[in-house]
């Protein structure tokens, strides 16, 4: 009777798990440097915005999945963002530095390659260059991170659909002397796109890459959420633009970096990186949004490659954070370092100090990271996993063989 009993309830949950729609639209969040604590003190900024004593949930918070992911790289527990990279789009640790190949230098494959083989739309973007290495493992096969424009010329050759962003780093080779990455993204039929506001997804473009306006800067990464003036592109608008130009009857799977959290934590400014958090939170509201048109056949991951700064709240002794002492902050410390304006640049880590706001580093950690999850095949992500289970996982909720 008891195994009659076992019998019936495995077959009860064999036939739950068949009856899962798979995910047909998937959007894959990657936080750069977003560990627990810059997620924390987000959520705290934003209950004491209200004088509350509490965490306000960001939009991904509230996530009915969450996992944590272990980050090292082959050879170290602390990893940098092309190994992690690596792990997250290829299923495949490799060490520090080396993007998309493995320790020997063979080229692995990324997952967008598997998903676009099957039939679905790919989309590719982030907050700073398409050549750096979270965007760079999504398309690209390098032993050297640095290798900026072998990278970039290798992103017309993937086909994908969409990408979006800021520009590149070295657009015509280390010595300005290659044919323009440009040029050759144009020659595989790509449409390039300057500014959101030029941006028409009914345009017939076949293929597209959105970059930030001329004007702007655009070989650079968007300016931080504290530093952006009115026209800057921002990661939401991007994700908005993704969706327009990716939908289709088949279906989509979109990587989108949030790269700066992990720049303004590399420069232990606390206000730049909860403002880049709560950014990240806006583009995955419109991620939610699209969700919500569409809920039995879209999933939604948000993870980290890494945590940066050893970030925490609180230090050297005492039981408060003092929000109010960032209160004059209204640049990036790296904005301040950029216009040479070193009073208000040492100011920047004098408030970070009064706050509270506690760092052990100017690099990365080894701690895990959070995951969150939500719609079809969102329970897979729950507990604790490495960060090379994530592709593999995402491959599984898409019904794709990893
Ligand atoms: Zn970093």
Redesign the pocket.
């Known amino acids: 009777m008891k195994r009659l009993f076992t019998i019936l309830a495995v077959a009860v949950l064999m036939g739950c798990q068949q009856s899962e729609q798979q995910a047909k639209y998937v959007f894959y969040f990657i936080g ?2 977003m560990g627990l604590a810059q997620v924390a003190l987000a959520e705290a900024w934003l209950a004491d915005s209200a004088d509350e004593i509490g965490f306000e949930k960001l939009s991904f918070t509230d996530f009915p999945v969450m996992g944590t992911a272990t980050t090292f790289s082959v050879n170290n527990y602390i990893t ?2 092309s190994a992690a990279g690596t792990a997250l789009a290829t299923g495949h640790k490799t060490a520090n530095g080396m993007l998309g190949v493995t320790t020997d230098s063979l080229d692995l494959e990324a997952i967008t390659y598997k998903i676009k083989k099957a039939g679905y739309r790919v989309g590719v973007s982030s907050t700073v260059t398409l050549d750096h290495a979270t965007p760079g493992a999504f398309y690209a096969n390098a032993a050297s991170r640095s290798d900026y424009y072998d990278i970039a010329v290798q992103l017309p050759q993937t086909g994908f659909d969409f990408f979006g962003g800021g520009g590149f780093v070295q657009p015509e080779g280390k010595n300005k002397d290659q044919v323009s990455v440009l040029s050759l993204i144009e020659e595989a039929g790509y449409q390039i796109v300057y500014g959101i506001e030029n941006f028409d997804a009914s345009a017939g473009a076949k293929k597209m890459i959105l970059l930030q306006d001329k004007e702007l800067d655009c070989m650079g990464a968007l300016p931080y959420a504290i530093d952006r003036k009115e026209g800057d592109m921002t990661h939401a608008s991007i994700i908005t633009a993704a969706i327009d130009f990716l939908e289709n009857e088949k279906g989509f799977f979109l990587m989108s970096e949030s790269g700066r959290i ?2 303004a ?2 420069s232990n400014d606390g206000k730049t990186s909860i403002l880049e958090t709560l950014d990240l939170s806006d583009a995955v509201q419109v991620a939610l949004e699209f969700a919500q048109k569409h809920p039995e056949e879209t999933l939604i991951v948000v993870t980290a ?2 945590e ?1 700064g050893g970030l925490t709240l609180g230090r050297e002794g005492g039981y408060s954070i003092y929000f109010d002492q960032l209160a004059e902050q209204n640049a990036s410390k790296d904005m301040l370092l950029q216009t040479g304006d070193k009073e208000m640049t040492d100011q920047v880590a004098e408030m970070n100090n009064r706050a509270r706001i506690g760092w052990t580093t100017s ?2 950690t080894g701690i895990p990271v959070p995951v969150y999850a939500m719609g079809a095949g969102s329970g897979l992500f729950s507990g604790r996993m490495d960060n090379t289970d994530i592709p593999k996982k995402i491959c599984q909720a898409m019904g794709i063989i990893f």
């Open positions: 750069d440097g940098c963002s992990d720049w934590c590399h490659d890494h940066t690099s990365h």
